[in-house]
């Protein structure tokens, strides 16, 4: 049974999709495109040892398998996770066996190699060097810090990146279509259901592919795949009050929006309601340091460390002492200035994050601690704020280069945020202007 030919029906569905040549690959076109230089030198059959650093389910095995393939290359693989000394010895054995009898190269895959210890790792050097093997080692740890110098003088490092939604349709597609996926099963999915599966995979080839296959477990053949079915499999949606304590919450409710709507007294009354029901004041004490974030923020930053006094106060002196601190807290809080600007600035950006994805750090941004992330262009650029006009570097952009600027916070004209916004108008009006030159056209 050769390399690609196991049963099909006994893989998962990301074993049985794997591609057979570089035209089915997904993902990669930095390195995999027409005329770059890593696909010229495999159609070449030029192999060379390399490092693929990436994070999970970008294509780091199947590529690694790809390069035995196309280059009728002998394929070993050891996990460094489960092998040792002793395993790498055996993998030499069958190269020179290889080479031997079948005049064969050997491609030895090492999966998780930054798992392997220093004497592991130079355990391969002499292998490598003599040619007895063409060694292929994955990671997603930063080669630089997890690999020995002596090992990575000897191979090519190629950063594999996150799939993109585009390369994620692609899979989604074939793996719907496909003899070996799911075609047999004649399922459709809908546009919602679509856009979930890509948002939950999060650049991770392998995650969309699993989620795919537990939603059509659940499925019959000819169904159509839901948003709502899909939700379900993600685990959204388990969050659940305790219907008996319904009262409970609507009483934390009233206690909140009385704060928000700066009254005092009904405040003070909805915290002695839940006291007197039986409430723990230290669940009290942290849903006011919530407040004070939520609805104070940046207009009276005291608030917080009030809040905070107030909670350690109830939990070295109890009641009723504790109690009281709460409730000097909440006077203090319904009283104070209100900004909901930084919890407003905070859920944009979450969304953000979680809409977007795994988008990459712009090389500017990054430190280059070693020679191979200097050689990689990290940290080109970059402009040291301190070394600027008022320790400012208008027009620097540190966003990722996917993601136009956005404008999350939104200072309000009340207490401290009233001199926060002047200031950051201030600083907007130097580079308004000069922030996009970063921008590709």
Known sequence: ???????????????????????????????????????????????????????????????????????????????????????????????????????????????????????????????????????????????????????????????????????????????????????????????????????????????????????????????????????????????????????????????HKSVRGSNPDATLYWFARMLDGGCDPLYIARRVVRMASEDIGNADPRALTLCLNAWDVQERLGSPEGELAIAQALVYLACAPKSNAVYSAYKAARADAEAQGSLEVPLHLRNAPTKLMKQLGYGEEYRYAHDEPDAYAAGEDYFPEALPPRQYYQPVPRGLELKIGEKLRALQGKDHASVWQRRKP
């Open 1 to 255: 049974m050769g390399l690609f030919d196991a049963a099909p029906a006994a893989q998962p569905l990301a074993a049985r999709l794997r591609p057979e040549s570089l035209d089915d690959y997904v993902g990669q076109e930095h390195l995999l495109g027409r005329g770059k230089p890593l696909r010229e030198a495999l159609e070449q059959g030029a192999l060379h040892s390399m490092i693929f650093w990436g994070p999970p389910g970008v294509g780091k095995t199947t590529l690694a398998r790809l390069l035995a393939r196309v280059s009728d290359a002998h394929f070993e693989t050891l996990s460094a996770v489960l092998s040792g000394v002793k395993e790498i010895r055996q993998a030499v054995d069958i190269a020179r066996q290889q080479s031997a009898q079948y005049g064969r190269r050997t491609l030895l895959f090492v999966d998780e190699v930054h798992r392997f210890n220093k004497s592991q790792q130079d355990a391969f050097l002499p292998y490598v060097e003599d040619g007895t093997l063409i060694f292929v080692g994955a990671t997603t740890e930063n080669p630089s810090f997890e690999l020995n110098n002596a090992l990575l003088s000897r191979a090519r490092v190629y950063v594999l990146k996150s799939l993109t939604d585009e390369a994620l349709s692609q899979l989604l597609a074939r793996a719907l279509s496909d003899d070996k996926g799911l075609a047999a099963r004649q399922l459709q999915i809908t546009d919602e259901a679509r856009e979930l599966l890509l948002r939950a995979a999060d650049g991770d080839g392998r995650r969309l592919l699993n989620l795919l296959e537990n939603a059509a477990d659940l499925a019959d053949d000819g169904d159509t795949l839901e948003a709502d079915a899909l939700r379900e499999l993600l685990g959204e949606g388990r969050r659940r009050f305790d219907k008996g304590g319904e009262a409970f919450y609507d009483q934390i409710s009233a206690l």
